[in-house]
């Protein structure tokens, strides 16, 4: 098991939620401060190094127009990474590539990552939340296959090593790719995929890559990885999915204390109470299928939505799988019971800061998890453990 | 329902043909809401002339095949679709997007059409850049939308829990075609500006005065790229005259 802390730089100093009808896309950015952004910066990235010097890895993300995550250059801050941090390995969930015009590009910044941090990368690819399309102006109709194609030429750009190449595609047009650096890694790095889809979950596993998924909870997770599975054995790569080809990202507080986790946790749902954003950018066109749309405008939850609002609440997020919060018995209880119902995933992607959770409780936080819950999940689930057979794995535990 | 289809290219078309009437056909092209054979303007446009409407790719039944993502697709894709129906020249009638459509038909083959009309055409781009032309309808509350789209969005509003799964599909379908067809450039193609002036044939530009996605500013810079246009206003009516004003919108187009 591997434990990774997850930052999204946040900005949290926001008038009225009452005052704005969208956090994302639309608020102005005359409410952010530079002064206080740079002091935020230096802060966050003091607290992923904190969280390597525990033995944890880093992993960051990038999303646009939005206070919830200052950071529409991932790679930017991942190169500021590359260099501050020694031995984390360095997890970028990800790149959007349905969003970006140029892949090759995408591949350059990725390759001189790898080189700057002496072959630390883990390079993760996403689709990009429905909010992202309108700041990227992206089409969000076939996303999907432009994510693909974009991906796979990528990794052409990684592993083609004997001049320029061509690529005609259906989205992406290049006469000459020939990129400088290439990957320190070989083949390549390690490639991550973000879905929370089942569909999208099989696609991962028939291509081998590590699959994420955000806040699924219990059931979808354990569909979404039901799913992978099945993609990647029939694609032909044998029976046994290593739990290391899965990821699951929760927010995760861990205290010395009930109560002081307790407050941890709290501060934490600010992720999902201060997500406001209405339905013209929460759903564009073409975003979800037309089937789905039916079904919404019937009344379903948005599973789009992975901030549902059942998980306001630190009972209802601990209960729905989305959070993982306490003591660290309590948190290890916690992470044993999805891990199980899910059939066991390698990578914990922990959302461990948030809003107001200031700097001093999201170290104890990452301290308290990395002293008292990972060794045990380490030694619990090892990395060789074999994703889907629960039932197995819980009675070697006993 | 005189309901048919047709195979233009590889692509399976919807097709509404009225079959009855003398002289030339109208070709009528929907806008980005779809068409229904039951909307009120149907039967009164094909009274005396024969009126053939088809659904556009990705709208109603018809197909949306994976290479097409543009209105210069559908343009070709129509002027092929006359040659299947043997139409040497038609009557040409396209609202919204489909004037867009019928606008590119137009610069491309102009000798086919004897008369185009235009209600609430978008495809062109006339204002500076610093301001969308057509506002984003993608990017607003429904409510909103609503609102710059009817003069009477309360008579006029789809109303949803009355609609059966399929037509709540080919509601959201329409919607995601629309978007796929119009997103980037916004509602338009830089070079039809350029291609304008060789559409000859007489030219009406229709605007519903409350139309709050084509502005008479636009439709009148629109109309001067053509060098035989006329314009008119339908009253009490917003982007969707044809709709709201069926009279009056077939009066104008006959």
Same mark, same amino acid.
């Given at each position: 098991m591997r434990a990774w802390h997850f930052s999204e730089?946040?900005?949290?100093?926001?008038?009225?939620?009452?005052?704005?009808?969208?956090?994302? !896309?639309?608020?102005?950015?005359?409410?952010?401060d530079p002064a206080k952004g740079a002091a935020l910066y230096d802060r966050y990235i003091d607290e992923w190094l904190i969280a390597e010097e525990e033995g944890v890895e880093i992993m960051l993300n990038e999303h646009h127009q939005?206070?919830?995550?200052?950071?529409?250059?991932a790679p930017l801050m991942l190169a500021a990474l590359a260099r501050l941090s020694k031995k984390a390995r360095l997890l970028i969930l990800g790149n959007p590539i349905a969003n970006r015009r140029q892949p090759v590009r995408v591949a350059e910044e990725m390759a001189m990552i790898d080189v700057l941090s002496h072959g630390r990368l883990e390079a993760g690819f996403v689709r990009g939340v429905p909010y992202e399309v309108l700041p990227a102006n992206? &089409?969000? !109709?076939r996303m999907n296959e432009r994510h693909w194609e974009a991906l796979d030429l990528i990794v052409k750009c990684w592993t083609h090593h004997d001049g320029p190449f061509s690529h005609e595609g259906r989205f992406f047009h290049h006469r000459s790719i020939n990129i400088w650096?290439?990957?320190?890694?070989?083949?390549?790095p390690p490639i991550w995929v973000s879905s929370t889809s089942p569909s999208g979950a099989a696609q991962v596993g028939a291509h081998g890559y590590v699959q994420a998924t955000f806040l699924t909870g219990f059931d979808n997770t354990k569909r979404i990885f039901e799913s992978y599975r099945r993609g990647w054995r029939e694609a032909g790569r044998g029976q046994d999915v290593p739990i290391d080809r899965l990821a699951y990202a929760a927010l995760i507080y861990v205290g010395d204390t009930e109560a002081r986790a307790r407050a941890g946790a709290e501060k934490l749902l600010w992720y999902v109470t201060a997500n406001k954003v209405p339905p013209y950018f929460s759903n564009?066109?073409?975003?979800?299928p037309v089937a789905m749309n039916v079904q919404l405008a019937k009344g379903?939850? &948005? !599973?789009?939505?992975?901030?549902?609002?059942?998980?306001?609440?630190v009972e209802g997020a601990i209960e729905a799988g989305t959070m993982f919060a306490g003591t660290p018995d309590q948190v290890f209880e916690q992470i044993k019971k999805h891990w199980h119902h899910v059939g066991g995933y390698g990578n914990l992607l922990i959302?461990?800061?948030?809003?107001?959770?200031?700097h001093d409780d999201t170290v104890h936080g990452i301290r308290m998890f990395a002293r008292e819950v990972y060794p045990r999940l380490k030694e619990l689930f090892p990395d060789t453990t074999i994703s889907g057979m629960t039932g197995q794995v819980a009675a070697a535990a006993i | 329902m005189p309901v048919t289809k047709a195979k233009v290219a590889d692509v399976e078309l919807e097709l509404f043909d009225s079959g009855r009437g003398s002289g030339r056909p109208i070709l009528f092209l929907h806008g980005g809401g779809g068409f229904s054979g039951?909307?009120?303007f149907v039967a009164l446009l094909s009274e005396k002339r024969r009126l053939v409407v088809p659904s556009h790719p990705?709208?109603?039944?018809s197909a949306l095949p994976d290479w097409l993502d543009s209105v210069d697709d559908i343009a070709h894709l129509y002027l092929e679709l006359m040659d299947v129906l043997k139409f040497d020249r038609v009557d040409l009638v396209g609202c919204s997007i489909g004037g867009w459509i019928a606008a590119e038909m137009a610069t491309k083959?102009?000798?086919?059409?004897s008369r185009l009309v235009l209600a609430g055409p978008v495809g062109v781009k006339v204002g500076p850049? @610093?301001?969308? @032309?057509?506002?984003d309808i993608f990017a607003k509350p429904e409510t909103e939308v609503q609102k710059l789209t009817y003069h009477d969005p309360e008579r006029m509003k789809p109303d949803t829990s009355k609609m059966s799964d399929d037509e709540l599909a080919a509601m959201f379908r329409a919607r995601e075609t629309l978007a796929l067809l119009t997103w980037e450039p916004w509602m338009h193609n830089p070079k039809l500006k350029r291609r304008l002036?060789?559409?000859s044939a007489p030219t009406l530009f229709i605007r519903g005065e409350s139309d709050g996605l084509v502005s008479q500013t636009y439709l009148d810079a629109y109309a001067r790229l053509l060098p035989n246009a006329s314009t008119q206003t339908i009253r009490h009516?917003?982007?969707v005259p044809q709709l709201e004003q069926p009279a009056a919108f077939t009066a104008a187009v006959r």
């Open positions: 730089n946040a900005y949290p100093y926001l008038p009225p939620a009452d005052s704005y009808p969208s956090i994302r !896309v639309s608020l102005p950015n005359r409410i952010y939005t206070a919830t995550c200052v950071d529409p250059a992206s &089409n969000p !109709v650096p290439r990957t320190i890694q070989q083949p390549h564009p066109p073409g975003y979800v379903a939850h &948005n !599973v789009v939505s992975v901030f549902g609002t059942k998980q306001a609440t959302m461990g800061q948030a809003g107001f959770l200031e | 039951r909307q009120p990705g709208f109603g039944k083959s102009p000798e086919r059409f850049p @610093d301001k969308l @032309d057509i506002p002036h060789r559409v009516a917003g982007h």
